[in-house]
């Protein structure tokens, strides 16, 4: 299977990732770095910034911390452009009886997100009332950016859906939209009292545990 590298380092089996691959550093580095609309746009606008701007609209906490991590999984596959991902199918990405079969990105996509939600301990959002919510703000922000970031076209975003007409779309570096993605993903955590965990907190927790039990003279393997 191939392998990517992130970010921090790790090497990570693609398309699909496991959970000790997730690390919330590498999905706002890579998000912060990727351009919507495959870089068609009046300036640079990240996926991040989308995801941080469109949380905003979410009524509960819930949805806002879904709509912060719906395009996670895009941070191993990369942001790619819809009507592409519709045709894009990775052939030998799963075996059955049968022998291979071809999943397209969209099923990869969905599975890499579950098993995100799952390594941060929020799989209790991973339900399709939630997808739902988070699907419905989605296109509208995309309608609103289409509107708003890029030169007018024959194509008709509207009729997709209601632009949002209270956004203001500001140029931030990838840095600093990174650092307020992140504080933001932990706050809206703790409005659902969730306590996030990725691969690297678990290292840490079972680092200390390990030590902390040596002291007392047992060893945990």
């Not at 199918?89 to 990869?108: C, E, L």
Request: aromatic content about 8%.
């Amino acid at each position: 299977m191939a392998k990517i590298q992130t970010y921090t380092g790790r090497l990570v089996s693609v398309p699909f990732i496991r959970e000790e691959d997730v690390c919330l550093e590498d999905i706002a580095h890579s998000l912060s770095m990727q351009c919507r609309f495959n870089g068609h746009t009046d300036f640079f606008y990240s996926v991040l910034h989308h995801s941080l701007l469109g949380s905003k609209k979410a009524e509960y906490p819930t949805i806002e911390l879904a709509f912060l991590l719906h395009d996670a999984a895009e941070a191993y596959t990369g942001d790619i452009a819809t009507p592409l991902k519709r045709l894009t199918k990775y052939s030998n990405s799963r075996m059955t009886s049968d022998g291979p079969v071809d999943v397209s990105v969209a099923d990869v996509e969905n599975r890499n997100l579950s098993t995100i939600f799952r390594a941060l301990g929020i799989e209790c959002l991973d339900l399709p009332q939630i997808h739902c919510w988070v699907k419905e703000i989605d296109t509208r922000m995309l309608v609103t950016e289409a509107g708003r970031l890029m030169k007018r076209g024959d194509y008709q975003w509207r009729d997709h859906g209601e632009p949002y007409t209270d956004i203001v779309f500001n140029k931030i570096e990838p840095e600093d939209i990174k650092r307020i993605w992140m504080m933001a993903v932990h706050e809206a955590a703790i409005k659902c009292g969730i306590n996030l965990v990725d691969a690297d907190t678990k290292r840490a927790a079972a680092y200390s545990l390990r030590a902390t039990t040596k002291i007392y003279g047992q060893i945990i393997p």
